[in-house]
């Protein structure tokens, strides 16, 4: 019997709880630790039977360890008791300094909880401190902030009594230090968990990386990452072998480049709007030979979660084969298939962007446009309307200064073809047919081909689309670089003619006529034909058609006005 006179006991029993408790550091899992914590209350403390109860994430407590006989370990391990249950029993019976202990007088409330238990019917004790089989000792296990980790519970001492002052506390001190090693060795596991799942997360970082890598660097179409924001910003910082060949440059040429430095000055604003939003867009970057090649750009603006948008990852498509065939049907759509020039829908185009609603009743000089703004009324008390007021500050009409930035040598005369304050059209205006007096217009010269109907009727059609091309040639040739040269249809051409006066168009028109006149080869047969022009001039006010019509008129006036054979030329 342990009792305080007994020194050597405690001393046995203090080298036995050394023991146990070094043994308790030298489990590897929490599984490990947990078993050893009850094997040790077995071997070390004097029970026969001992099982922790471990607190789950939810509140619950779940037998993890059972110690001392295989069938109740087998019956009771795994399963688990309520929370509210748990603290139930633990504010029962007796404190034994942290301990709780219920005596069977009081336990027997305890029978039908859900808490899992085990014991054997015995005998009523013999004498007060004898153990009885319905007793139940509990050792609480606390984490450092006083969280509750589990409870210890012992059973059936082998000396069949109450543990005394020195048992007690020896459980009290060993529960304190299982509480310590079931901590640590949660911290081992969860601290293995964190070593796994990040050993993880790097290997699949290790394979995206691998993964992005192949795909940059062996894409059958461009690829570039470049700097986003600061000093630096578009830099190209890498680019794959794709991009390389398509602009003709190493890569480590590019990086010394960023996309504006490569870009086509007309798309530099794309490409800023592009490089700002992200998205995509379609422009022109240089090659290494100072050629441009269409691309198709797409961006995607790769984010830093703390400091923001880093970096732009683009991909670069060639697009240089469709925006030829777009160019290509574009072409198609407003040129003539057989001589390749502009046809009537890109004449009429043409001619429309010069011409607007306003008619033609602009002012000539700049004089005129001072009269017409102040222009006054002849009422009585020198009253003026639309004109100068005397009351009105700094002498403006109808009070406030107007700018009139077509007239820089007369500030505030606006001119009168105005239809805004800040209209910038030119107008096109007609000179006078019967006196040339300097004033420049838009010459439009209506073509119509004598004696091509003939050819085409004896020689066929091939011969008559031969002498077309060669006639486009010639007109073609006969002009400015800036000037319009068109095929209406059939054998009828124009020409638009921009700054000439009256005399200029007759002498383009002769000239024209006299490169049209000599003979054209075709197929070892020379033929000709002859020209009838007729000069019109295209002014505000009239639209396309009307300024074809004109000519048109003009141009069948002056073919009737020469004899047949004049006017075939051969």
Same mark, same amino acid.
């Given at each position: 019997?342990?009792?305080?006179?007994?020194?050597?006991?405690?001393?046995?029993?203090?080298?036995?709880?050394?023991?146990?408790?070094?043994?308790?550091?030298?489990?590897?899992?929490?599984?490990?630790?947990?078993?050893?914590?009850?094997?040790?209350?077995?071997?070390?403390?004097?029970?026969?039977?001992?099982?922790?109860?471990?607190?789950?994430?939810?509140?619950?407590?779940?037998?993890?360890?059972?110690?001392?006989?295989?069938?109740?370990?087998?019956?009771?391990?795994?399963?688990?008791?309520?929370?509210?249950?748990?603290?139930?029993?633990?504010?029962?019976?007796?404190?034994?300094?942290?301990?709780?202990?219920?005596?069977?007088?009081?336990?027997?409330?305890?029978?039908?909880?859900?808490?899992?238990?085990?014991?054997?019917?015995?005998?009523?004790?013999?004498?007060?401190?004898?153990?009885?089989?319905?007793?139940?000792?509990?050792?609480?296990?606390?984490?450092?902030?006083?969280?509750?980790?589990?409870?210890?519970?012992?059973?059936?001492?082998?000396?069949?009594?109450?543990?005394?002052?020195?048992?007690?506390?020896?459980?009290?001190?060993?529960?304190?230090?299982?509480?310590?090693?079931?901590?640590?060795?949660? =911290? /081992?596991?969860?601290?293995?968990?964190? %070593? !796994?799942?990040? &050993?993880?997360?790097?290997?699949? $970082? @290790?394979? #995206?990386? *691998?993964?992005?890598?192949?795909?940059?660097?062996?894409?059958?179409?461009?690829?570039?990452?470049?700097?986003?924001?600061?000093?630096?910003?578009?830099?190209?910082?890498?680019?794959?072998?794709?991009?390389?060949?398509?602009?003709?440059?190493?890569?480590?040429? =590019? /990086?010394?480049?960023?996309?504006?430095? %490569? !870009?086509?000055? &007309?798309?530099?604003?794309?490409? $800023? @709007?592009? #490089?700002? *939003?992200?998205?995509?867009?379609?422009?022109?970057?240089?090659?290494?030979?100072?050629?441009?090649?269409?691309?198709?750009?797409?961006?995607?603006?790769?984010?830093?979660?703390?400091?923001?948008?880093?970096?732009?990852?683009?991909?670069?498509?060639?697009?240089?084969? /469709?925006?030829?065939?777009?160019?290509? %049907?574009?072409?198609?759509?407003?040129?003539?298939?057989?001589?390749?020039?502009?046809?009537?829908?890109?004449?009429?185009?043409?001619?429309?962007?010069?011409?607007?609603?306003?008619?033609?009743?602009?002012?000539?000089?700049?004089?005129?446009?001072?009269?017409?703004?102040?222009?006054?009324?002849?009422?009585?008390?020198?009253?003026?309307?639309?004109?100068?007021?005397?009351?009105?500050?700094?002498?403006?009409?109808?009070?406030?200064?107007?700018?009139?930035?077509?007239?820089?040598?007369?500030?505030?005369?606006?001119?009168?073809?105005?239809?805004?304050?800040?209209?910038?059209?030119?107008?096109?205006?007609?000179?006078?047919?019967?006196?040339?007096?300097?004033?420049?217009?838009?010459?439009?010269?209506?073509?119509?081909?004598?004696?091509?109907?003939?050819?085409?009727?004896?020689?066929?059609?091939?011969?008559?689309?031969?002498?077309?091309?060669?006639?486009?040639?010639?007109?073609?040739?006969?002009?400015?670089?800036?000037?319009?040269?068109?095929?209406?249809?059939?054998?009828?051409?124009?020409?638009?003619?921009?700054?000439?006066?009256?005399?200029?168009?007759?002498?383009?028109?002769?000239?024209?006529?006299?490169?049209?006149?000599?003979?054209?080869?075709?197929?070892?047969?020379?033929?000709?034909?002859?020209?009838?022009?007729?000069?019109?001039?295209?002014?505000?006010?009239?639209?396309?058609?009307?300024?074809?019509?004109?000519?048109?008129?003009?141009?069948?006036?002056?073919?009737?006005?020469?004899?047949?054979?004049?006017?075939?030329?051969?």
């Amino acid at each position: 019997m342990e009792t305080e006179s007994e020194p050597y006991v405690r001393l046995a029993t203090l080298r036995q709880l050394h023991q146990v408790v070094a043994e308790l550091n030298t489990a590897r899992s929490l599984a490990d630790t947990l078993q050893t914590v009850v094997d040790g209350i077995v071997v070390g403390l004097g029970y026969e039977l001992a099982c922790v109860n471990l607190v789950r994430p939810d509140g619950d407590l779940v037998v993890a360890a059972f110690a001392g006989d295989p069938a109740a370990e087998a019956l009771i391990t795994g399963r688990v008791g309520s929370r509210p249950s748990w603290d139930r029993r633990l504010t029962m019976g007796e404190d034994w300094d942290g301990l709780r202990f219920i005596p069977h007088t009081e336990g027997w409330v305890l029978l039908e909880d859900d808490v899992p238990q085990w014991h054997t019917d015995g005998p009523d004790p013999r004498f007060e401190d004898e153990w009885h089989p319905e007793d139940r000792l509990y050792a609480p296990m606390y984490a450092t902030g006083g969280e509750l980790l589990g409870v210890i519970s012992v059973d059936r001492p082998r000396n069949g009594r109450r543990p005394g002052a020195w048992g007690r506390e020896a459980l009290q001190m060993y529960a304190f230090q299982a509480a310590i090693a079931i901590s640590n060795a949660r =911290l /081992r596991a969860n601290m293995q968990r964190a %070593l !796994v799942r990040l &050993e993880r997360e790097q290997q699949a $970082l @290790r394979a #995206s990386e *691998e993964s992005f890598r192949q795909a940059f660097e062996y894409a059958p179409s461009g690829m570039a990452i470049a700097e986003m924001g600061g000093d630096q910003h578009g830099r190209l910082l890498r680019t794959n072998d794709a991009l390389c060949r398509l602009l003709g440059r190493p890569a480590s040429v =590019l /990086r010394r480049y960023s996309f504006s430095d %490569l !870009v086509h000055p &007309e798309d530099i604003g794309t490409l $800023l @709007r592009t #490089s700002a *939003e992200g998205g995509r867009a379609e422009l022109r970057l240089g090659r290494r030979d100072g050629t441009y090649v269409w691309v198709s750009l797409r961006n995607s603006v790769v984010a830093d979660a703390a400091d923001g948008p880093r970096f732009l990852l683009t991909h670069v498509e060639d697009i240089e084969e /469709r925006k030829r065939h777009e160019l290509q %049907l574009a072409h198609r759509a407003s040129h003539d298939s057989l001589t390749g020039l502009p046809n009537s829908a890109e004449l009429r185009s043409r001619l429309g962007a010069r011409l607007c609603r306003r008619p033609q009743s602009v002012l000539a000089t700049a004089v005129e446009a001072l009269d017409a703004a102040f222009e006054t009324r002849p009422e009585a008390g020198g009253a003026v309307e639309h004109g100068f007021q005397p009351d009105a500050p700094h002498g403006y009409p109808g009070g406030a200064p107007v700018d009139f930035p077509d007239f820089p040598e007369f500030p505030g005369a606006a001119p009168a073809h105005a239809e805004g304050p800040y209209d910038h059209h030119v107008h096109t205006v007609a000179p006078a047919t019967d006196v040339d007096d300097g004033t420049k217009g838009l010459a439009v010269l209506f073509c119509d081909l004598d004696g091509f109907k003939s050819i085409n009727d004896r020689f066929g059609h091939h011969t008559g689309d031969a002498v077309l091309i060669e006639v486009a040639r010639r007109l073609t040739t006969g002009v400015r670089d800036g000037d319009t040269v068109a095929r209406l249809g059939g054998d009828e051409f124009v020409v638009l003619a921009d700054g000439l006066g009256a005399a200029d168009a007759a002498d383009l028109a002769v000239r024209l006529r006299n490169a049209i006149i000599p003979p054209i080869r075709v197929d070892g047969r020379a033929v000709r034909v002859g020209a009838s022009f007729g000069i019109g001039w295209a002014s505000c006010g009239m639209s396309a058609d009307e300024v074809l019509r004109s000519a048109d008129q003009r141009m069948y006036i002056e073919k009737r006005s020469r004899s047949k054979a004049h006017r075939r030329a051969g």
